[in-house]
């Protein structure tokens, strides 16, 4: 049984539920809920808590009906995400029934973006990191609340995670991505092996390595360079 149920909202925002025993579910950055509704009746779920990575409306929208209709508890790290009961910041490890998630920091999308890294538990070993816009499969979000630095380093950061946790991002901007990659990278054959396969099978998660092996953002040497490839991305 997988640990992560992935489920889409607007075309390109992804929406997960992570399962736990007995019969629970925690979901990620619900920016919409009647999918989430159905997907919790169909797999036999108590949705328990809600994780939101920053407070976009495409990532929150959902909050206030799943709120309403299961009596969920929401946590994220901004008083802007509609109907937070508890406010988390980076570096801090909380705990959802006994089940633990670190709250990485990593501002520059927002200057409160976290990502939640759910540690292994049950039969599944990895951890299960969710990045929201901070980083996708291929690419990272726009900075729109801190400099370039910030939003490097908040990468550099995911890229020392163990190399396999399982990466789930908040849209699917990834084909986009690997295309703009191999503008810059062509002759990267790890980056032209995943644009063959996600054609084949577009849904996540990745992993660190994979990441470390065709995102060129977290590749990129420096602050300096990464400010080159984001302005590039932002017009391609
Ligand atoms: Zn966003
Ligand atoms: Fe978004």
Redesign the pocket.
């Known amino acids: 049984m997988d640990a992560v149920i992935t489920l889409r909202a607007f075309g390109d925002n992804f929406i997960y539920l992570v399962r736990y025993e007995p019969g629970q579910a925690i979901a990620v950055d619900p920016g919409e809920a009647s999918g989430v509704l159905c997907a919790l009746k169909e797999h036999d779920l108590t949705l328990t808590t809600i994780l939101v990575t920053?407070h976009?409306y495409?990532?929150s929208a959902g909050i206030s009906d799943l709120k309403k209709k299961t009596g969920c508890k929401v946590i994220g790290p901004d008083k802007r995400i509609p109907g937070v009961d508890q406010i988390v910041e980076g570096g801090q490890t909380i705990t959802v029934d006994g089940l633990k998630i670190e709250v990485i920091p990593t501002p520059g999308?927002?200057q409160t973006s976290v990502c939640f890294l759910v540690c292994p538990f049950g039969d599944n070993p990895h951890g299960l990191l969710f990045t929201?816009?901070t980083m996708f499969i291929g690419g990272c979000?726009r900075v729109f609340e801190t400099d370039m630095q910030t939003m490097y380093d908040s990468l550099r950061t995911l890229a020392s995670l163990a190399d396999d946790t399982l990466v789930y991002p908040?849209h699917d901007y990834t084909e986009e991505n690997y295309r703009f990659a191999l503008t810059m990278e062509p002759d990267n054959e790890a980056v032209k092996a995943q644009l063959a396969r996600i054609q084949r099978n577009p849904t996540p998660p990745s992993t660190i390595a994979q990441e470390k092996a065709t995102n060129i953002f977290i590749r990129a040497n420096d602050a300096q360079v990464f400010a080159q490839l984001r302005r590039k991305k932002d017009v391609f």
Do not use: A, L, R, S
Request: charged share 20%.
């Open positions: 920053h976009h495409d990532h999308h927002t929201g816009d979000g908040g």
